[in-house]
C-alpha cells in the first residue's frame, strides 16, 4: 500500500498542469496558421461579443473616453480585447487536450476489455 501512495504522490506532483503528461509523453506539433485560423472561426462563430460584460466594458470605455485621450481607451478596449481572446484560446486548447485524454482512456478500456476476452476463450 505505502508503494502504491508514493507513486501517487509522485505523479501528483509531476503534473503541474492538465495535459502535462500527455505533452511530455508525446512530441508537440505547433500549431499551423490554417489550425490557428480554425480556431479563430469556431471562437467567433460560438462566443458572442454581445453579452452583458462586454456591454458593460463598452459603457465603462465611453465614460473614460469624457476624461482620457481616444487613443488611450481604444488601447484599453484592445487590451481587453486580445486578454478575453488569448483567455478563449487557452480554454479551447484545455479542452481539446481533455477531449484527447477521454477518448484515449476510452479507447484504453476498450482494449482492456477485448484483452479480457480473448483470455476467457484462451
Do not use: C
Request: without cysteine.
Amino acid at each position: 500500500m505505502k508503494g502504491v501512495n508514493n507513486k501517487l504522490a509522485a505523479a501528483k506532483n509531476s503534473a503541474k498542469s492538465p495535459g502535462e503528461n500527455l505533452l511530455k509523453s508525446e512530441p508537440v506539433q505547433p500549431i499551423t496558421a490554417r489550425q490557428m485560423a480554425a480556431i479563430n472561426r469556431r471562437l467567433d462563430e460560438n462566443l458572442p461579443m454581445e453579452t452583458d460584460e462586454w456591454q458593460r466594458l463598452e459603457q465603462l470605455l465611453m465614460q473614460m473616453s469624457e476624461f482620457a485621450p481616444t487613443s488611450l481607451v481604444y488601447e484599453v478596449g484592445m487590451a481587453a480585447a486580445v486578454y478575453a481572446d488569448n483567455q478563449a484560446h487557452r480554454a479551447y486548447l484545455l479542452g481539446a487536450v481533455d477531449e484527447m485524454n477521454k477518448q484515449r482512456a476510452k479507447q484504453q478500456r476498450k482494449n482492456d476489455r477485448s484483452k479480457t476476452t480473448v483470455s476467457h476463450i484462451a
